[in-house]
């Protein structure tokens, strides 16, 4: 029998609430560095120099280490662009990475997670051509939304059920980016949620239908129909 993942406050998992704890913590404390109440001012234009996605330096430009064409493409998941931008993505996180660990599992949950961020700023040095600092941890969560819509359509396709509502999930997700691409005056990265998505949909049919069946099994006792 398939152990049920550890549960701490309600129902979010351990995983989930350690990953809530590390995009929090750099944006409390760069939030009371601007208010002065600790540090200086400068110290979030700082942490954007040294770990956010800058894609100029995948065009020559000079890196402030060595390593930060490299880092860059992890760090950036880590640091918001305030708040607000944080707390929206980690409500998201709660609820999105609950519904995936429930499915997979918290150590499998972990490796989507990394993945899919990876995926993130991959699609935005590949398609974008902006000189802003990117950062955020919504390449992650579209790869999360991702798996969770692959999810959907694999188990329609394989029961006869009508796919228009994938395809209604989808188109919605292209209206919301759109939309806030408008609001924000283009200073949304849609290449980090289109890269962290597709990543989210082929590990999604990585690993076939099977996990659908299992988290089914373990919800309900009872199979219904073969797995692939």
């Known amino acids: 029998m398939q152990r049920k993942p550890r549960f701490l406050y309600g129902k979010i998992p351990l995983t989930?609430?350690?990953?809530?704890?590390?995009?929090?913590?750099?944006?409390?404390?760069?939030?009371?560095?601007?208010?002065g109440v600790w540090a200086t001012p400068d110290l979030r234009s700082a942490a954007y120099r040294i770990g956010?996605?800058?894609?100029?330096?995948?065009?020559?430009?000079?890196?402030?280490?060595?390593?930060q064409p490299v880092t860059m493409f992890g760090t950036y998941a880590l640091l918001h662009g305030g708040p607000v931008h944080m707390i929206?993505?980690?409500?998201?996180?709660?609820?999105?990475?609950?519904?995936?660990?429930?499915?997979?599992?918290?150590?499998?949950?972990?490796?989507?997670?990394?993945?899919?961020?990876?995926?993130?700023?991959?699609?935005?040095?590949?398609?974008?051509?902006?000189?802003?600092?990117?950062?955020?941890?919504?390449?992650a969560l579209f790869g999360l939304l991702g798996v969770w819509v692959c999810w959907d359509y694999l188990d329609r396709r394989y029961y006869g059920d009508p796919l228009w509502v994938t395809l209604?999930?989808?188109?919605f997700l292209v209206l919301y980016n759109?939309?806030?691409?408008?609001?924000?005056?283009?200073?949304?990265?849609?290449?980090?949620?289109?890269?962290?998505?597709?990543?989210?949909?082929?590990?999604?049919?990585?690993?076939?239908?099977s996990v659908l069946e299992q988290s089914r099994r373990r919800r309900f006792g009872t199979d219904k129909g073969n797995v692939d």
């Not at 956010?52 to 390593?67: E, K, N, T, V, Y």
């Open 52 to 67: 956010a996605f800058w894609q100029p330096i995948l065009l020559g430009a000079q890196p402030i280490f060595p390593a």
């Open 168 to 171: 209604r999930a989808v188109a």
């Open 88 to 139: 929206v993505n980690m409500i998201a996180l709660a609820s999105l990475g609950t519904v995936i660990v429930e499915r997979v599992g918290q150590k499998r949950f972990v490796i989507i997670y990394a993945i899919t961020a990876l995926g993130g700023s991959v699609g935005f040095g590949l398609l974008s051509t902006s000189s802003a600092p990117m950062v955020g941890a919504s390449g």
């Open 178 to 209: 759109l939309v806030f691409w408008v609001l924000l005056s283009g200073n949304l990265a849609w290449e980090t949620h289109f890269g962290g998505f597709i990543v989210g949909w082929l590990l999604a049919v990585y690993q076939g239908r």
């Open 16 to 35: 989930v609430i350690i990953l809530i704890v590390l995009n929090a913590l750099p944006e409390v404390i760069l939030f009371g560095a601007d208010h």
